[in-house]
């Protein structure tokens, strides 16, 4: 579906020629070369880096979630500017790798993050960034969308595994994470964000939609504890623990003090599944006409007003009486693939590139590590990249790769 929906954003930008298509699924190859007469098809993507060489400039990563740092990091050692899907990368490690490298390397980098090019979004950065509801004491995001738990699989894994559908490359799909048997329609197409080895949960699917705006509103750079409580049917059954992600979060970042928040910590909550925005938020939106809270969202309280922000929509200030002449600026701009497109030919900067995202990224991440520790507050060190008081956390800033997958993360 994202593959499909990047190539149609991409092909619609008059200056850009897809010369090269990589699926692991023929049938998905070969649909997408049909949106692209001429285009060259490939099944391994080392295979298409290695033989196009100087044909290609650029390159857009929207595979699983566990295949991006390899796949990215690749493509940035060529010299080729890099798309790639939410939330980066699998792991914290991850981020931060293809952050540097993109840091390093000067080329042009962007984060799936569409709705960060939206007029939304901008306009809810712009309102933060003028303090227009004062200095902020405290940010809620959600998502509990209805209708999700079909993507939030329970396990267990099925004991026994499928024959491979020939058209599909199980061993190329399987990629850097541990091998293990196929299963027909458990882990591709659509469920693989329910498994750790593969996915980041629900707040790795949704996290950086929601937090993008509020983050860059702010200027957060690194939260300095991440704590996460978790369905108890998830947290009291080791062999779910093991191997999928539970299907409802409640994760706390604790952040310093910013010159928009004031000197004091801002609390920055997320909450999934059976876990919902505290009473008081819903109290307030209540107040100002809206019965029922937004399935995803962000919320942030300030000393003079609050920001209601519901995904893919604008912001509303609260009490409306007092905002309801607030000047708002005409925001214009290219879609986020344009942006992209019009940055590797010279253009403005992108909206979302790996350097300023990275940290948020880590962050959203940070929380399923917390997820895997339930309970407990992780003091977090982003400068040496770990936990000072919890080493045995540090395993899970980086998931192993499997035998012959290996690759290098860099410094």
Same mark, same amino acid.
């Given at each position: ?44 993507? $080392? ?28 493509? &940035? ?27 390093? =390397? ?34 809620? &995001? ?14 267990? $894994? ?26 027909? $329609? ?42 996460? $409580? ?125 350097? =300023? ?55």
């Amino acid at each position: 579906m994202m593959g499909g929906g990047d190539v149609d954003m991409f092909k619609s930008h008059p200056r850009i020629d897809i010369v090269a298509m990589c699926d692991v699924d023929e049938n998905h190859l070969n649909h997408g070369l049909s949106k692209v007469p001429g285009a060259r098809g490939y099944r391994d993507w $080392r295979e298409m880096l290695e033989k196009e060489g100087d044909a290609i400039d650029s390159v857009n990563v929207t595979v699983p979630d566990h295949m991006h740092a390899i796949i990215s990091l690749a493509a &940035l050692r060529r010299g080729k500017h890099v798309y790639c899907q939410k939330p980066m990368a699998h792991d914290v490690a991850g981020c931060r790798a293809m952050a540097t490298l993109a840091a390093k =390397s000067g080329l042009v980098t962007q984060l799936g993050t569409q709705h960060a090019s939206g007029i939304g979004d901008q306009l809810a950065v712009h309102f933060l960034r003028q303090k227009v509801i004062g200095e902020i004491k405290r940010v809620i &995001l959600c998502s509990n969308r209805p209708g999700a738990e079909a993507y939030r699989q329970a396990g267990p $894994r099925p004991a026994n595994g499928d024959p491979v559908p020939a058209q599909f490359d199980w061993n190329l799909w399987t990629g850097v994470a541990p091998e293990r048997p196929y299963a027909n $329609r458990v882990y591709h197409p659509g469920q693989w964000r329910s498994w750790q080895d593969f996915g980041t949960g629900w707040s790795g699917d949704i996290g950086c939609h929601i937090f993008s705006a509020i983050w860059k509103g702010l200027g957060f750079t690194a939260p300095t504890t991440v704590s996460a $409580r978790v369905q108890e049917s998830w947290k009291n059954d080791p062999a779910r623990r093991a191997d999928t992600w539970p299907q409802s979060n409640h994760i706390t970042w604790i952040f310093p003090g910013t010159e928009l928040t004031g000197s004091g910590d801002v609390t920055v909550e997320w909450f999934d599944g059976e876990f919902q925005p505290p009473e008081e938020f819903k109290a307030i939106a209540r107040e100002n006409g809206i019965q029922q809270f937004p399935p995803e969202g962000a919320m942030v309280i300030g000393s003079e007003g609050s920001l209601l922000l519901p995904h893919g929509s604008g912001p509303q200030l609260f009490p409306r009486e007092k905002y309801r002449t607030i000047e708002r600026p005409q925001l214009k701009g290219p879609t986020h693939h344009h942006r992209f497109i019009d940055a590797c030919l010279g253009g403005a900067p992108t909206e979302s590139d790996f350097v =300023s995202t990275g940290p948020m990224a880590e962050t959203i991440l940070l929380g399923t590590v917390a997820m895997r520790t339930p309970d407990t507050v992780l003091e977090w060190d982003a400068a040496k990249l770990c936990f000072p008081r919890h080493p045995a956390a540090d395993a899970l800033l980086r998931h192993p790769a499997r035998k012959g997958w290996e690759y290098d993360l860099g410094a």
